[in-house]
């Protein structure tokens, strides 16, 4: 062909083009990782912010940097003067104050309680096999159409159990894979979507909404000091989320990995005994115990309606009537631990894998030893918030922040897609959803509560640009894992090839998630969850 040196015809410039985008593409994401390796350990990262913090009190008090309270007269927390003040905590007082509130700034820190319950029984239901039993049934029943759907769908489904998804959904789902003659690293990337892209979304409450939620309350309590924000605060928009991130992530496998990754090449692999490994299916004994784990969960959740649904029911509320305020959703994470402690047992006792009551009381311990690291970072997280509530500087970064914003006429969906976006940044390195949101609550809370949105719908904002760049970040604390998993398949395997796997998944995920955000809050002016607010004050 004229012009055409290529055997295929194709001109030699698109080739170069190609590589040239490849290269790029490689400079970026190695970029990533080099900026991420650059960041402490969140813990230590906590230590030098509160630091840092402490000494930024001390310098903006000295300079007198205060800032009009905008809320109106006699409300709590408004000072006489009607001026928002930084607070000197490097003085007598301030650091009096420290001494004598370390440890209640810790014990009372929201997310810490509500974390450890919910984790109680689903650590029962994980520590007796009925989680991950429930797994390998759904993705090994699934049709043969619909596995790629389902993997995905499973691995969001996964969140309420911790890293059961990591561990079991992603390996199983390339022996999946790889046993219906595709390829295995399809596998891997559609689960590792599901249970990390797909984190923030499910349709069941698990330990990572009272977590959020109460980091969001500690927040939101810079600007109203009674504001309240349960774990069930963004439920309604995870549920329909649930179903989103599925449908995308099977598009983005189908469609677009699969295809560019080629037919499977068995030498590829780097230990070939893998390539004999086989799912194995759910033994009588266990579908046994699922059939009866799950009559107990409905019976439960019956039990449950009998005393919401009605309108005398015992857990509405008692003044108004309704389920908003009611003693059903503030102590919702009570009946997390009950939907899972009671089935996981019932399971366990049915399969074998719990005989006596030490056998429930280990699982339950087994769960606490895995928040060990978690329990460390609250510590200093929790240090952190308290400081910088104390000091007002959250209160003046807030008004100052929303003044500007609304100087410039930013609101509406480009001030939600921008702070989305900004999440999505910080989390290539910061991968921790506890971690970065306990940093980025306390600004942006505030800030996006003076320009008129409530907590829980910015709750819901965060969690999109948490979620959807998981995936490509090394910093994910599971991203070993996955890799070490990918090379058993393909020994070749880099750190860039994974992200660059996963890269398809992340954009399809951000931009689907910001378009059902919009049409959900700005179109159609639904609440993200069970008495949620879209607007702060409520309109």
């Keep these: 062909m004229q012009g055409s040196n290529s055997p295929n015809g194709s001109p030699p410039h698109d080739n170069f083009d190609a590589a040239e985008q490849d290269s790029r593409m490689q400079r970026f994401l190695k970029g ?19 630091v840092f913090l402490l000494v930024l009190s001390a310098v903006l008090s000295y300079f007198g940097v205060s800032v009009i309270d905008p809320r109106p007269e006699g409300a709590s927390g408004r000072s006489a003067d009607g001026m928002i003040e930084v607070v ?45 039993a429930a797994l390998r049934g759904l993705v090994l029943n699934a049709p043969k159409k619909m596995v790629t759907f389902t993997i995905v769908f499973a691995g969001i489904m996964s969140n309420t159990a911790a890293e059961l998804g990591y561990v079991v959904l992603i390996p199983l789902a390339a022996v ?9 690293l399809a596998g891997i990337a559609a689960a590792f979507a599901g249970v990390s892209g797909g984190y923030s979304a499910n349709l069941l409450l698990g330990t990572v909404d009272p977590l ?17 924000v349960g774990a069930e605060a963004n439920w309604y928009f995870m549920m ?24 499977y090449n068995p030498s590829d692999a780097d230990d070939p005994s893998v390539l004999d490994t086989k799912a194995e299916q759910v033994s009588a004994i266990e579908k046994k115990g699922l059939i009866w784990a799950g009559i107990s969960m409905l019976v439960f959740c019956l039990l449950l309606a009998w005393t919401v649904v009605p309108a005398d029911g015992i857990f509405r509320n008692a003044e108004t009537g309704l389920v ?4 059903f959703l503030k102590g919702i994470v009570v009946f997390i631990f009950v939907f899972f402690a009671i089935p996981g047992y019932i399971y366990g006792k049915i399969t074998g894998s719990m005989k ?16 060990s690291i978690y329990i460390v970072l609250v510590f200093f997280a929790a240090q952190f918030t308290a400081f910088f509530n104390w000091s007002n500087l959250g209160s003046v970064m807030a008004v100052s922040g929303a003044t500007f914003l609304n100087d410039i006429g930013l609101t509406g969906p480009f001030l939600l897609i921008g702070f989305i976006l900004i999440c999505a940044v910080v989390n290539l390195m910061l991968g921790s959803a506890s971690a970065q949101w306990a940093v980025t609550a306390p600004i942006f809370v505030p800030m996006l509560m003076l320009t008129g949105y409530a907590p829980e719908m910015i709750q819901a904002a965060y969690r999109i640009g948490d979620s959807t760049t998981n995936i490509i970040t090394p910093m994910m604390s599971y991203f070993g894992l996955i890799m070490a998993v990918a090379i058993r398949y393909k020994k070749n395997t880099g750190v860039g090839t994974l992200m660059a796997m996963m890269l398809p998944y992340s954009i399809a995920f951000l931009v689907g998630w910001i378009i059902l ?21 409520a309109r």
């Design 88 to 132: 000197n905590l490097l003085n007598g007082e301030g650091l009096a104050r420290i001494v004598e509130n370390l440890v209640t700034n810790f014990t009372g820190f929201v997310p810490l309680g509500t974390v450890l319950v919910a984790l109680l029984g689903v650590g029962i239901a994980e520590r007796s096999g009925m989680i991950s």
């Design 356 to 371: 006596n009551n030490q056998d429930v009381v280990d699982a339950m311990s087994h769960a606490m030893s895995s928040l």
């Design 212 to 228: 959020l939620s109460g980091i969001t309350q500690e927040a939101a309590r810079i600007i109203d000091p009674a504001y309240t």
């Design 32 to 50: 990533v990782e080099w900026l991420g390796n650059l960041l402490p350990h969140p813990v230590i990262l906590f230590v030098w912010m509160s």
């Design 240 to 263: 329909v989320s649930t179903f989103l991130i599925s449908g995308l992530g099977y598009f983005v496998t189908e469609k677009i990995v699969e295809p560019s990754l080629g037919e």
């Design 324 to 327: 908003s305020g009611s003693p």
């Design 176 to 184: 999946i894979f790889h046993s219906l003659g595709r390829h295995p």
């Design 517 to 537: 955000f919009c049409l959900w809050v700005f179109v159609f002016g639904l609440p993200v969850g069970p008495g949620s607010e879209t607007f702060y004050p």
